[in-house]
């Protein structure tokens, strides 16, 4: 028998860096009336708990307590933001080993309580963790997403509308395939308001679109290294990710969002997890939207899938 899920509840599982900042998110956003927080580490989640509480009267009421599995299976939404996070000069792969290991703890114990809820999958490489939490899980794969490009696509957005000295919200533009380092920038539709983006950069007085391209490219797929380096993790960003996903799907928005989810033949892409563009609802990824790319997008997007499948196949899942 599996609990009835409550809209108004988020949990979260692993409450370091990145799930305390997207609970503090959550909590000023006002979706939710109750956020669990789950760490092995219960004192940490006991303080984040308090820590957070302590501000909401400056926001929304909400009950805000750490808890255990018992607690979570009536949530709407359970985000996993547990395991290991990239050290300076470590790529996202290279915490596969170790975080699936983590990921064979926590998936059957929420998959035996028969969960009806959503499962949305932070951890990195989130890809992959995506593509484990939905085997191990057995749920249908329009239940179990990754935050994948979002982010990505936020960076995105955000360094071009530096460039352009325009507003992000007015770039239309996004990241699609692996959240990590084959990931792929989709120049072929970007636009500003409308305008192709090429006619907006001339508009702006820039007019060298290929070094432009490849070195905003960069900027975005280097952007978690950098911020590594310097302050040793990244959380805010992607906290507000969290938020913006959980938004999403509480609200039943069927907003188009390039969440990771599962590709079963879209594109020629076939049992693998990727970010690519979908509608998501209180459905969780309810369809997929068939964007358009370029001939050589769609070669970028095929390497970045090969590149995951290698990853899954040393996999013992
Ligand atoms: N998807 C993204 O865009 C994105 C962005 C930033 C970070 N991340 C990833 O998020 C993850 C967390 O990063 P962080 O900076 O918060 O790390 P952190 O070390 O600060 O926190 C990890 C937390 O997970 C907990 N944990 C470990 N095993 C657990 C288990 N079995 N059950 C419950 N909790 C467990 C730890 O006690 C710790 O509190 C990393 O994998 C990181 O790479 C993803």
Known sequence: M???INDRKVAIIGCGFVGSSSAFALMQGGLFSEIVLVDVDRNRAEGEALDISHGMPFAHPCKIYAGDYNDIDDAAIIVITAGANQKPGETRLDLVQKNVAIFKTIIPQISERNYQGIILVVSNPVDILTYVTLKLSGMPATRVLGSGTVLDSARFKYILGEHLSVDPRN???RIVGEHGDSEVAVWSTANIS????????ELRGHYDHEAAMKRIAEDVKNSAYEIIEKKHATYYGIAMTVKRICEAIARDEKTIIPVSNYQNGEYGLDDVVLS?????????VEYKVPAPFNAQELAQLHESAKTMKEVIETLDL
């Open 2 to 4: 599996s609990k009835p």
């Open 171 to 173: 770039v239309h533009a």
């Open 194 to 201: 409308g305008i192709p983006i090429h006619d907006f950069c």
């Open 276 to 284: 690519m563009p979908a509608i998501v609802g209180r459905g969780g």
